[in-house]
């Protein structure tokens, strides 16, 4: 399939992790476009994203380990307004967007741009790893199962569910219905539960996606392990 993907990574200090995130989304799509939109970081998170950048008066022997990407800093960040910026700088039609502290362990190209022709979007299943051991899925992650489910709806939050830390998108859909700029955090729920009451709307729960996602003591979505 030749249909192209745009990668969007939002970054705020991740120099531990981005670096394992683009490697595996390059080993698993070639040559995507990257986007990275960084929250001011104050560490190696952008020298480290330049080691995977395509130099275009250089050929390299290992091609899979370099590609296009375009790098935005942002004042007054928040989720929202970060993906907003980045879908409108996107070249291609296809938009996954990835956490920097995930890496994406299975990505099916031709079942998955297939589905998001019928979808609004996929997310995919997520697997915790505190320091580098799988958890157990309680509380959050009691959402990513084994089994793949259309219109999601958590038990545990209440409401229709999707994370952007594996989400896919059309360009389309997202020029069309924004992310809302003025939340701190959860714009994904928030706009597919918009999304809901919209006539025709349907998403997919696809654990055929897939993405490691590591423990940083930043992230607000660890409440505990076991």
């Given at each position: 399939?030749?249909?192209?993907?745009?990668?969007?990574?939002?970054?705020?200090?991740?120099?531990?992790?981005?670096?394992?995130?683009?490697?595996?989304?390059?080993?698993?799509?070639?040559?995507?476009?990257?986007?990275?939109?960084?929250?001011?970081?104050?560490?190696?998170?952008?020298e480290v994203v330049?080691?995977?950048?395509?130099?275009?008066?250089?050929?390299?022997?290992?091609?899979?380990?370099?590609?296009?990407?375009?790098?935005?800093?942002?004042?007054?960040?928040?989720?929202?307004?970060?993906?907003?910026?980045?879908?409108?700088?996107?070249?291609?039609?296809?938009?996954?967007?990835?956490?920097?502290?995930?890496?994406?362990?299975?990505?099916?190209?031709?079942?998955?741009?297939?589905?998001?022709?019928?979808?609004?979007?996929?997310?995919?299943?997520?697997?915790?790893?505190?320091?580098?051991?799988?958890?157990t899925k309680r509380?959050?992650?009691?959402?990513?199962?084994?089994?793949?489910?259309?219109?999601?709806?958590?038990?545990?939050?209440?409401?229709?569910?999707?994370?952007?830390?594996?989400?896919?998108?059309h360009k389309k859909?997202?020029?069309?219905?924004?992310?809302?700029?003025?939340?701190?955090?959860?714009?994904?729920?928030?706009?597919?539960?918009?999304?809901?009451?919209?006539?025709?709307?349907?998403?997919?729960?696809?654990?055929?996606?897939?993405?490691?996602?590591?423990?940083?003591?930043?992230?607000?979505?660890?409440?505990?392990?076991?």
């Amino acid at each position: 399939m030749k249909e192209k993907i745009t990668v969007i990574i939002r970054s705020k200090n991740e120099e531990q992790f981005i670096g394992n995130c683009i490697q595996s989304v390059l080993d698993n799509i070639f040559k995507p476009e990257i986007i990275i939109v960084d929250n001011n970081s104050n560490d190696r998170t952008l020298e480290v994203v330049r080691y995977f950048m395509q130099d275009p008066f250089l050929k390299s022997k290992n091609e899979k380990n370099y590609t296009d990407i375009k790098v935005f800093r942002i004042n007054d960040y928040t989720p929202g307004k970060a993906l907003n910026l980045a879908v409108k700088n996107a070249s291609n039609q296809n938009i996954l967007i990835i956490s920097a502290h995930c890496e994406l362990t299975n990505f099916k190209i031709n079942k998955h741009l297939k589905d998001l022709r019928k979808y609004k979007c996929i997310f995919g299943n997520q697997i915790p790893i505190f320091f580098g051991k799988k958890i157990t899925k309680r509380y959050i992650w009691s959402n990513f199962g084994d089994t793949p489910k259309e219109n999601y709806f958590s038990a545990h939050e209440k409401r229709y569910f999707i994370h952007n830390a594996l989400c896919m998108y059309h360009k389309k859909t997202l020029k069309k219905n924004l992310f809302d700029e003025n939340l701190q955090g959860k714009e994904d729920r928030y706009w597919i539960n918009k999304m809901m009451n919209k006539k025709s709307t349907k998403f997919l729960y696809d654990p055929a996606l897939e993405a490691k996602h590591h423990y940083t003591a930043a992230g607000n979505t660890w409440k505990g392990i076991g």
